[in-house]
């Protein structure tokens, strides 16, 4: 594997003085804060003009995350196969016209061109993130990879703290037309980006060259279970995508839960302003901690750091679970916060350590339907048994024991696997 940086100790933002590296980051960067605020403003925006309809905001969010089941199969695939830097790059070109599709179709206001504008482009969207994450492997050495996890884990923090006040602040003063026309400007600087770096043959098309020609139905489905048995007959992933199914399933929990937890125990005249304040307090933990964790992946092995994040993130959930006041839920809402880069940093650099990067794409095709499948399976099981079956304090409880339960098998069996296994170079 062609190395594209030099061997040098850096600090926690020092992987940013790899030229490519930079522009690979700022044009994920840049995808991601455009998205954002034209999703927000676009809800904003439904809210505002069908208040009545509010079928019309979960509408939306399902043709944002559903197309993630209907692409997966073929973005990892894609994403090993094909050139890296043209999928990046072009995804977000192609976003950035089906965004002025859908600043037309508001215009005119006709919902169903909306609506299927958006599936359309949020599919095409999860074809940028395999191939930016196979690219960022390629381009860093083993060490800074794991910085490089932990920085982008700071723009998510980021994203997570200031994302939703942005996005409202942008439609109140330009509309969602404005906020669309930020969002498809934003697309084409990170096509631009993207474009503008000077990356390898060995690391944009690590299998060699491919026609589109080559690539059929038959092709995709051998890939897809090439990648899928490379994962099962990887022991240390097979570990490491178990931690992230119960991760999803603590996430999936996080997105109702709290306010279940504000409007029936803590706060029923007040929920609505407490809930509003619940992303802040926890992306201002993940902001705090990221720094932190970057500099303690340096020390500590990862395992131990992953471990760890999975038991405290637990042992909040539980005392979440019996929070007595407002003030004390917020402050393990927080202390959270403060865990989930632990387990982030140490998941995905550890990811880009160990994967072959010719198999890359397919491995982080997989991640996102693992989270959005564990996330659903948790937002059913909590529709099907609350309240009958399961209280508010049943439901943090248990997503803590599994989270404690997951940090205890990963502490047992993650230090044996790891010794055995190479680091990818």
């Known amino acids: 594997m062609i190395q594209e940086t030099q061997k040098t100790k850096r600090s926690k933002f020092g992987v940013l003085t790899n030229p490519q590296y930079r522009r690979l980051f700022f044009a994920n960067f840049t995808s991601q804060l455009g998205s954002e605020i034209g999703t927000i403003s676009f809800m904003f925006f439904l809210l505002h003009h069908f208040g009545n309809q509010p079928g019309y905001a979960t509408l939306t969010d399902l043709m944002i995350s559903l197309p993630t089941l209907t692409v997966f199969y073929i973005v990892g695939v894609l994403a090993d196969r094909m050139d890296r830097q043209k999928i990046a790059s072009n995804a977000n070109l192609i976003c950035a016209g089906l965004t002025a599709v859908l600043l037309a179709a508001v215009h005119v206001g006709w919902l169903p061109l909306i609506f299927a504008v958006l599936f359309l482009r949020s599919a095409v969207q999860k074809f940028f993130n395999p191939a930016q994450a196979a690219l960022t492997q390629g381009i860093l050495g083993p060490d800074e990879r794991v910085a490089a996890a932990g920085v982008n884990q700071m723009m998510v923090s980021v994203l997570l703290v200031f994302g939703n006040s942005v996005g409202a602040g942008v439609y109140w003063a330009i509309g969602v037309e404005g906020a669309l026309l930020i969002d498809a400007v934003s697309f084409l600087i990170s096509s631009w980006l993207i474009r503008s770096c000077t990356v390898s043959e060995a690391v944009r098309l690590p299998n060699g060259k491919t026609s589109w020609r080559r690539l059929n139905v038959r092709t995709v489905w051998q890939d897809l279970k090439v990648g899928s048995l490379y994962i099962w007959n990887f022991p240390l992933l097979v570990r490491l995508m178990g931690g992230l199914l119960i991760l999803g399933l603590t996430i999936g929990g996080m997105g109702v839960m709290p306010i279940f937890k504000l ?67 917020f402050l393990f809402h927080f202390a959270f916060g403060l865990t989930m880069p632990m387990v982030n940093i140490s998941f995905f650099g550890w990811i880009s350590q160990l994967v072959d990067p010719k198999m890359m794409g397919r491995v982080q095709g997989w991640i996102s339907p693992v989270m959005m499948v564990s996330q659903g399976i948790s937002l059913l099981l909590i529709t099907v048994t609350f309240p009958d079956w399961l209280s508010v304090t049943g439901a943090y409880a248990t997503m803590g024991a599994l989270l404690i339960a997951i940090s205890l098998y990963q502490c047992l069996s993650l230090p044996t696997l790891a010794r055995k296994i190479p680091i990818t170079q």
Do not use: H, Q, R
């Open 263 to 329: 409007k029936y125990v803590l706060a029923p005249d007040n929920y609505e302003t407490y809930a509003a304040m619940m992303g802040a307090m926890s992306g201002s933990g993940v902001l705090i901690a990221s720094p932190i964790v970057s500099k303690l992946a340096k020390t500590m092995k990862l395992w131990n750091l992953l471990s760890w994040g999975f038991l405290l993130g637990g042992c909040c959930f539980v005392g979440s679970a019996f929070a007595p006041s407002v003030p004390v839920f």
